[in-house]
Structures are given as structure tokens and as C-alpha cells.
């Protein structure tokens, strides 16, 4: 059921709203001319109404009771903010170049995450534009936008959205969201959006006063639950499912991340996450190119990325948590929080080896037996990750890896994520070191609100026993604080990071090797004590081996290398790349000492024909 105002492009709009227990409703246009119209009454609760004559870009509310006037909860888009009236928008009128475009597969992505206000100085989407160039130049292919659904204020994450279908009004709107996903198509950029369907926010939720989008069977840390399995929950569904059609559609979306899927509690048979997936599907087989649904789950379940036939979800892809637990632990030494559950080599074994380091093992931070085997997964459908907005901006101080660890930190973190087998994905700043922090930052207007969020955001970091004051959410100072410094990546060790990034993703992308996501092709093992991981991979008669030392000192040890000439290819100490020097031979041959540098890696490659 399309729902909203569907303008056709001749002047006729037909509005669509689900309102199951209002006796009445009216249509409130307030400009071009203000103009009251009663509503019908159809099936499923649905009022609906068509008129000649309307102007696109006309304001409007519902009113659901007399002197009750409320904004479309399907509206697209939200001028004046989520109290104001909603506005229609013509999506015909908008000139697409990219009829050619066919996607690019989620196998071959390397995907870089933004924050649209965060990413420039003028925090819109028409500033990320000239930026494309420079990303593709590095070797991103895919951006993924953190939530741009209209939320209260100016400043937020995008998690508060309250308007699903609603482009955020100080981002640019309708029409530059399609300007920049229409641009990064010319420049062979697919675009991933962020969209939240666990929850809403709390400022201009008007969801509530509309029908039973929520239900008080389940609780979530977001209060009560979307509504996907009790009564009236087909409509529940069909608002959601038509969201992510109308993403793809309207704004020519490559693939949605489903952010926190393990905040929707679905009971019933054949969940609305299924019903996502089949609705995607034959979608994507209407529209003769493939779309894509990631989700982002911290509960190590792999029925999300299974097929149908194997009593999975069918989604396409999903995130690795615990490949960023691991391997940020080991780097950090940090081990508050859900951190506690790693720390060890064995951990970045598993997970460079299978996905999931938690597969049914006890957790010690959940107090219970977690997870189920990714063993079987194609590594292509696991998201890896050193650093993203999540595992950032919820440090108290928002501290990025370049704060926390060394420069030669740095590049060993970026070898391990781009020379594993998974999907990989940057944060914004990562590829030159950014040093800005990722703060949480919202801009509402309740102080009761602001005040709960202050209070809220304190609690949650007692788990990792940080001390001191958090930013203030409310203040655009925080906000300010954490644009990142584009500039700095022309000078100095930023410079030659960002030239470190773009030749790990050259090098992922040309040897076959690298660009294998075959697991069985994939050989893994590690001395614990020694904290040196080694990994070979190889595709036909391509093979690579890899040592990463995770020690702040130089190690010397017996390298045993399969038979053949292996030369090499990279040393993360090399002084190219502004390291101590490398102490490796640029040909090795059978059993070798050698000696690779604290806090370094080194690639090998052996060509047979």
C-alpha cells in the first residue's frame, strides 16, 4: 500500500494515511492557499483522498481532531522541521543521469561511512560532492550515510529521526540527496544508506497520535517497541517495507544498513525482516539490478544473512563487531565494557579465519553463552571495520584510533581490516588519521529531553570505568568539535597515511589473492606468545603470506615459507612509508630468520607461472 502524498506529476496528488481508530480526518493544505478537505475512509484504516490542481511543493497538515493539526508520519519532507507542515515533492521533476549505472557488488565494495554534517565545514550533502573525487581517487567505491531522516534541531547523529521517509531539511532536502547519489553514480560510487526501523526518536514522534505503530510487549533502551507482531501490525510493516522501496525508487539508493536489527523483537512465523527481504528481491528483479539490505546486530546470528531455504532472514550482508572487538583490544589494551570478552591473538584468529569470535561460547560480559558459526559464511557477507561512529562516538570523549595508538598502530590496524578476507569499511578521517573526535551530539528543544540525554549518555559509560565529564550533548561546541580537518591530509604523516590507505586498496583490489573472499583459500595461525598473526591467501596459482606483529618491539623469528621464490610486496616500517626502516629481504626462499618490526607487517607474494 503506497502511503503519503503521491504527487503525479500533473497537478493530481493522491494523500494515503493509516489512521485505524480516528473517526475523522481532514486534509489541511496551508499554502499555496490554505484549504480544508474531509478524508475517506477506506480498508485497513486507510483514509485516503485525490485532488486536481495541486501544486508540488504545497504545504499541508492532517488534522485528526478538531483544532488537532498534525505533519504526514509518510511526509517527505519537512521544511520547517518536524512540527512544522509537511511538503510535497514531485520525484519526477528531478533529472537522473545514471540509467546506465548496474550497481556494484557488495563483494567488491570498500566502503567508507560519513556523517553528512561532520564530513564538511558546511555539513550538507551538496558539500560532500567535490569530496567524491578524492574518495574514488583512494579506491572507495561505496559510501555509507549515517541516517539522514529528519530529526529534531540541526545537529544529530540521525538516530532521533522521527520523519522515516523525510530527508532532513538542513542536510538540503529532497532534491540534494538525489543530486549527490546522482553524482557519486557518475563517479562509479555506490551509495549505502543508514535507515533505523527499531525505533524513532522522542522530539516530533507524531507516530503515536496515528495509530498503533507501538507496542508494550517488548521494552527496548528506546522505550516501547515498533510494533512488527502484535495486533495492527500488518500496516506496521507495510509503512517500513515501502520506506526502504521508496529509498530505492525515489532516491536510487544502492543497498540500506538496517541499523540495530536486535532492537526488533518479532515473534510471528514469518517476520517483518523476511518480508523485507522478499519485497527487496523483487524489487531489485523489476528494476533489473540487484539492491542490497546490511544489517548491523550485535547478536552474532547468522540466520539475518541466511538463505530462506535454510530458515535464515535472506538479508544480504551484516557487520563483524567482533572482528573490531578484536583487533581494537589488541591495539588498545582497553578492556572495559563488552571489551572484556577479548584481548587475546586467538581472538583475531578466529575472526580473520571464520567471522564470529563469539559462535556459542560463554561471554563474560553478557553472562551468558552467545552467538551462533560463522564458519560457513561467505566472507563476502561480513562488514569489517577498525573504527565506525558507533565504536567512536560512544567513547565519552569521542576518541578516534589516532589518539589512542601510534602512527605504526595505524597501518598495522588498516593491513589487518583491508587484507582480510571480509567487506571492508572506513570511518570518515580514518584514511589520513584524523584526529577530531566523534561526539554524540543532538540540538533539541525540550529541556526535560536534554537533560535525560545528558544523564543517559553518563550512564552508559560506567560499564568502561571512564572518568571525567562528558561533552555536552545540547552544546554546538561538541558538534563544532567534531568536523573532521579534510586539509590535514595533504601534509606531513596524514599525507603519507592517506598514501599508505590507497596503496593497501590498490593492492586488495589488483593481486587475486587479496581480492579472494573465499575462506577456503585462506590459511591462518598465530604464537600467542610471540603476538605475531600469520596469514597466507591465494587464488589459483597467486598466493600471498602476511605476518603482523603486535608487539611494540622488533620480533625475529623462523619464517617457513611454502615452496617457490616470494618477494615482496609491502613493509608497513619501510621508511616510505615513514617507519623506523624495514629489516626484511626483498626475496625470500624456504625457511628464513627474520625480523619484522614492532607494531608493523609485512606482505610476501609467490607467482608459480
Not at 571495520?385 to 567512536?392: A, I, L, P, V
Not at 616510505?576 to 627474520?594: A, Q, S
Request: glycine share 8%.
Amino acid at each position: 500500500m503506497k502511503i503519503g502524498a503521491l504527487h503525479s506529476g500533473s497537478g493530481q496528488c493522491r494523500f494515503v494515511v493509516w489512521a485505524p481508530f480516528h473517526e475523522a480526518v481532514e486534509l489541511k493544505l496551508v499554502s499555496p492557499v490554505e484549504k480544508i478537505v474531509p478524508m475517506e475512509k477506506t480498508h485497513g484504516g486507510y483514509w485516503e483522498l485525490a485532488l486536481p490542481d495541486i501544486a508540488e511543493n504545497a504545504r499541508y497538515f492532517y488534522r485528526l481532531k478538531e483544532g488537532t493539526d498534525m505533519p504526514d508520519p509518510a511526509s517527505h519532507f519537512q521544511p520547517e522541521g518536524v512540527h512544522g507542515p509537511s511538503q510535497i515533492v514531485d520525484h519526477g521533476n528531478f533529472r537522473w543521469t545514471d540509467s546506465d549505472w548496474k550497481g556494484i557488488p557488495l563483494s567488491e565494495m570498500v566502503m567508507y561511512e560519513l556523517h553528512v554534517g561532520t564530513f564538511t565545514p558546511g555539513g550538507t550533502f551538496d558539500a560532500v560532492i567535490p569530496r567524491l573525487s578524492r574518495l574514488r581517487d583512494m579506491g572507495i567505491n561505496a559510501i555509507e550515510i549515517m541516517p539522514v531522516a529528519q530529526f529534531p534541531g540541526e545537529r544529530n547523529w540521525g538516530y532521533d529521526g522521527v520523519f522515516p521517509y523525510a530527508v532532513q531539511n538542513s542536510y538540503g532536502g529532497p532534491e540534494r540527496l538525489k543530486r549527490l547519489v546522482n553524482e557519486c553514480h557518475k563517479h562509479d560510487i555506490a551509495v549505502i544508506l543508514d535507515v533505523v526501523y527499531n525505533h524513532l526518536g522522542p522530539e516530533g514522534n507524531y507516530l503515536w497520535d496515528y495509530g498503533p505503530y507501538f507496542t508494550d510487549k517488548y521494552r527496548t533502551p528506546w522505550g516501547m517497541a515498533m510494533n512488527f507482531d502484535d495486533a495492527y501490525s500488518n500496516e506496521v510493516r507495510n509503512f517500513f517495507i515501502e520506506n526502504a522501496l521508496h529509498w530505492f525508487g525515489n532516491y536510487h539508493i544502492d543497498a540500506l544498513r538496517l541499523d540495530a536489527v536486535h532492537g526488533i523483537t518479532d515473534l510471528s512465523a514469518k517476520t517483518f525482516l523476511q518480508e523485507l527481504a522478499r519485497a527487496v528481491k523483487q524489487f531489485s528483479a523489476y528494476q533489473k539490478r540487484r539492491f542490497s539490505l546490511i544489517a548491523e546486530s550485535d547478536m552474532n546470528d547468522t540466520r539475518l544473512i541466511r538463505p530462506r531455504k535454510a530458515g535464515g532472514f535472506n538479508l544480504h550482508a551484516q557487520w563483524c563487531d567482533d572482528f573490531h572487538h578484536s583487533l581494537h583490544t589488541l591495539l588498545t589494551g582497553e578492556k572495559g565494557g563488552y571489551y572484556v570478552d577479548f584481548g587475546k591473538m586467538e581472538h583475531l584468529v578466529k575472526t580473520m579465519k571464520e567471522g564470529f569470535v563469539y559462535s556459542g561460547e560463554y561471554s563474560e560480559y553478557r553472562k551468558r553463552n552467545h552467538g551462533n558459526s560463522s564458519k560457513d559464511i561467505p566472507a563476502s557477507q561480513l562488514i569489517v571495520f577498525s573504527q565506525n561512529h558507533d565504536q567512536t562516538g560512544n567513547r565519552m570523549f569521542g576518541e578516534r584510533l589516532s589518539s589512542l595508538i601510534s602512527f605504526e598502530s595505524l597501518k598495522l590496524s588498516a593491513g589487518v581490516v583491508l587484507l582480510s578476507p571480509y567487506v571492508p569499511l572506513l570511518f570518515m578521517g580514518e584514511e589520513y588519521g584524523e584526529d577530531a573526535p566523534f561526539l554524540y551530539f543532538v540540538s533539541h528543544t525540550d529541556p526535560d529531553l536534554i537533560e535525560a540525554v545528558r544523564k543517559g549518555r553518563k550512564e552508559e559509560f560506567r560499564a568502561f570505568a571512564w572518568t571525567g565529564e562528558p561533552p555536552d550533548p545540547q552544546s554546538p561546541g561538541t558538534f563544532k568539535n567534531s568536523k573532521i580537518h579534510w586539509e590535514k591530509r595533504k601534509t606531513g604523516n596524514h599525507k603519507n597515511l592517506l598514501e599508505f590507505y590507497t596503496h593497501l586498496i590498490r593492492l586488495r583490489r589488483d593481486i587475486p589473492a587479496l581480492s579472494n573472499h573465499d575462506k577456503k583459500s585462506l590459511d591462518v595461525i598465530v604464537s600467542e606468545n610471540d603476538r605475531i598473526l600469520f596469514v597466507r591467501r591465494w587464488k589459483d596459482d597467486d598466493h600471498v603470506f602476511c605476518s603482523f606483529n603486535f608487539n611494540e618491539e622488533d620480533r625475529k623469528f623462523e619464517l617457513y615459507l611454502p615452496q617457490g621464490i616470494w618477494s615482496k610486496v609491502l613493509d608497513s616500517s619501510d621508511k616510505k612509508w615513514k617507519g623506523p626502516g624495514t629489516l626484511l629481504l626483498d626475496r625470500l626462499k624456504g625457511n628464513k630468520k627474520v625480523t619484522l618490526r614492532g607494531r608493523s607487517f609485512m606482505i610476501y607474494r609467490r607467482k608459480m607461472h
